[in-house]
């Protein structure tokens, strides 16, 4: 079953007020448009366009809830509350969003119990589990950069940043290397990430020593001094971690998230490459516009760069603190035109599918018992010249058309699927065939 599915996009202070509606072809609204949700999540679960087709149900969450076999298919229907695993995002930043990381399952499960128990409403400001569920997401940049934080980096890159930031100090009219002192002094021994995190969050966000606070104001000044002598033309070693700072500084001054940057790998991805955030991972979108996909859960710890709740202690538990490679998620090509982004995790699935005009199409299917609708179409398309790419689901899928215009088949029935649309496939519709030219993103279980 083909199912249009429909929301209004969220509206954050960090959102665009264009980009989401350039992409999906709608008049801007005026206001900063930062997140279109499509899924079952209880926060804005999606919109059903027919709600007749459903038995009347008007959201996607109300039609799981009462018919969980139909939606879902019987493997995610067997448990005692059936819910779809993943909630899929039209995400477009245009400041920067909260340095944050999200726990693992187990973590959030035993979270969850603890605050239950404790009697913290589930809506209080100082919650930090909300549901008991991990939240690993994936990135795919569709702006042709999209920057971001993510991970910690490597101790010789952050000796090397403070190194620039010495030099910067020296050149200074007013050199204060007491503040730098203090930076390097917490992070020295074996836990000097996790000491240096625990010391700038403490100490920045009400601790009475004053020093994280010196410490901001002056790498602030030095990223400043350092934009006036790259316009004279010297050569700085970390202009964009610098040129970070400032425009964390203004979004959020005084913040001691703008020297937890400086610990983080600063990532520009192109268009088409993809990040994928495992439980632990710190991050911070920072700008640009992508598809997200992630585990279906509201479990945020927050690390600065935001007004709201910082459970210091929590989030120094959730953190890891190890220093990895940026870690870009490489696609699966599973036939032409057809990419599959795998993560480690059994929440969701992210395929890319893209076909230009006179571009190759992928070859006829044969049809199947099980598949007939899908091979008839598929035939048919490759007739006619039209590009057309497959895919197989194993579990209820949810696809957004962002360029063009496909006419989607699969077992039993097809849809017409054009720029802006949306549309929740349930999985007994097997082999899907996409036929036409333009792009589409599709999210699935594994």
Same mark, same amino acid.
């Given at each position: 079953?083909?199912?249009?599915?429909? /929301?209004?996009?969220?509206h954050?202070?960090?959102?665009?007020?264009?980009?989401?509606?350039?992409?999906?072809?709608?008049?801007?609204?005026?206001?900063?448009e930062?997140?279109?949700?499509?899924?079952?999540?209880?926060?804005?679960?999606?919109? &059903?366009?027919?709600?007749?087709q459903?038995?009347?149900?008007?959201?996607?969450?109300?039609?799981?809830? +009462?018919?969980?076999?139909?939606?879902?298919?019987?493997?995610?229907? *067997?448990?005692?509350a $059936?819910?779809?695993?993943?909630?899929?995002?039209?995400? @477009?930043?245009?400041?920067p =969003?909260?340095?944050?990381?999200?726990?693992?399952?187990?973590?959030?499960?035993?979270?969850?119990?603890?605050? /239950?128990?404790?009697?913290?409403?589930?809506?209080?400001?100082d919650?930090?589990?909300?549901?008991?569920?991990?939240?690993?997401?994936?990135?795919?940049?569709?702006?042709?950069?999209?920057?971001?934080?993510?991970g910690?980096?490597?101790?010789?890159?952050?000796?090397?940043?403070?190194?620039?930031?010495?030099?910067?100090?020296?050149?200074?009219?007013?050199?204060?290397?007491?503040?730098?002192?203090?930076?390097?002094?917490?992070?020295?021994?074996?836990?000097?990430?996790?000491?240096?995190?625990?010391?700038?969050?403490?100490?920045?966000?009400?601790?009475?020593?004053?020093?994280?606070?010196?410490?901001?104001?002056?790498?602030?000044?030095? @990223?400043?001094?350092? @934009?006036? =002598?790259?316009?004279?033309?010297?050569?700085?070693?970390?202009?964009?971690?610098?040129?970070t700072?400032?425009? #964390?500084?203004?979004?959020?001054?005084?913040?001691?998230? &703008?020297?937890?940057?400086?610990?983080?790998?600063?990532?520009?991805?192109?268009?088409?490459?993809?990040?994928?955030?495992?439980?632990? /991972?710190?991050?911070?979108?920072?700008?640009?516009?992508?598809?997200?996909?992630?585990? +279906?859960?509201?479990?945020?710890?927050r690390?600065?760069?935001?007004?709201?709740? &910082?459970?210091?202690?929590?989030?120094?538990?959730?953190l890891?603190?190890? $220093?990895?490679?940026?870690?870009? #998620?490489?696609?699966? =090509?599973?036939?032409?035109?057809?990419?599959?982004?795998?993560?480690?995790?059994?929440?969701?699935?992210?395929?890319?599918?893209?076909?230009?005009?006179?571009?190759?199409?992928?070859?006829?299917?044969? *049809?199947? $018992?099980?598949?007939?609708?899908?091979?008839?179409? %598929?035939? @048919?398309?490759?007739?006619?010249?039209?590009?057309?790419?497959?895919?197989?689901?194993?579990?209820?899928?949810?696809?957004?058309?962002?360029?063009?215009?496909?006419?989607?088949?699969? %077992?039993?029935?097809?849809?017409? =699927?054009?720029?802006?649309?949306?549309?929740?496939?349930?999985?007994?519709?097997?082999?899907?065939?996409?036929?036409?030219v333009?792009?589409?993103?599709l *999210?699935?279980?594994?």
């Open positions: 079953m083909f199912v249009g599915i429909t /929301n209004t996009p969220r954050y202070a960090w959102g665009s007020t264009t980009a989401i509606a350039g992409l999906l072809g709608y008049d801007p609204s005026g206001t900063a930062a997140e279109l949700w499509l899924g079952a999540h209880p926060g804005s679960p999606s919109v &059903i366009t027919d709600p007749e459903v038995g009347g149900h008007h959201t996607l969450l109300d039609w799981i809830h +009462a018919a969980p076999e139909e939606a879902l298919g019987a493997a995610l229907a *067997a448990p005692a $059936p819910r779809l695993p993943y909630l899929l995002k039209i995400l @477009a930043a245009a400041g =969003l909260s340095l944050q990381a999200h726990p693992t399952a187990e973590r959030a499960r035993i979270g969850f119990g603890l605050e /239950n128990a404790a009697g913290i409403p589930q809506d209080a400001a919650r930090n589990y909300r549901d008991p569920f991990h939240k690993p997401e994936v990135i795919f940049a569709l702006s042709d950069t999209f920057e971001a934080l993510c910690f980096r490597e101790p010789v890159e952050i000796r090397g940043i403070l190194g620039e930031l010495r030099a910067l100090d020296v050149a200074s009219d007013d050199p204060q290397p007491g503040a730098l002192d203090a930076l390097e002094r917490h992070l020295l021994g074996d836990d000097a990430l996790r000491d240096c995190v625990d010391w700038l969050l403490r100490d920045g966000r009400g601790g009475d020593s004053g020093e994280v606070a010196w410490l901001v104001e002056r790498v602030v000044a030095l @990223a400043v001094s350092a @934009a006036d =002598l790259a316009e004279s033309g010297a050569i700085l070693d970390y202009p964009l971690e610098l040129a700072v400032r425009d #964390l500084a203004r979004a959020y001054p005084g913040d001691p998230g &703008i020297v937890i940057s400086l610990l983080t790998n600063r990532v520009s991805l192109r268009r088409g490459e993809v990040l994928y955030l495992p439980a632990g /991972n710190i991050h911070a979108y920072l700008s640009g516009l992508g598809v997200e996909l992630m585990a +279906a859960s509201d479990n945020v710890l690390g600065g760069l935001s007004p709201k709740h &910082i459970d210091v202690d929590e989030l120094l538990e959730v890891e603190f190890t $220093p990895l490679p940026v870690p870009y #998620l490489p696609p699966v =090509l599973s036939s032409p035109g057809v990419s599959e982004y795998r993560p480690d995790v059994d929440d969701f699935v992210l395929v890319h599918i893209a076909a230009e005009a006179g571009g190759a199409g992928a070859p006829a299917a044969a *049809a199947s $018992p099980g598949d007939a609708g899908a091979g008839a179409h %598929a035939a @048919a398309a490759s007739r006619a010249g039209v590009p057309m790419r497959q895919f197989t689901l194993t579990g209820p899928a949810i696809a957004i058309c962002t360029a063009g215009g496909f006419l989607v088949a699969g %077992a039993g029935a097809s849809v017409a =699927l054009k720029r802006g649309e949306s549309v929740y496939i349930t999985p007994d519709e097997g082999t899907l065939t996409f036929a036409g333009g792009e589409v993103f *999210a699935t279980t594994p």
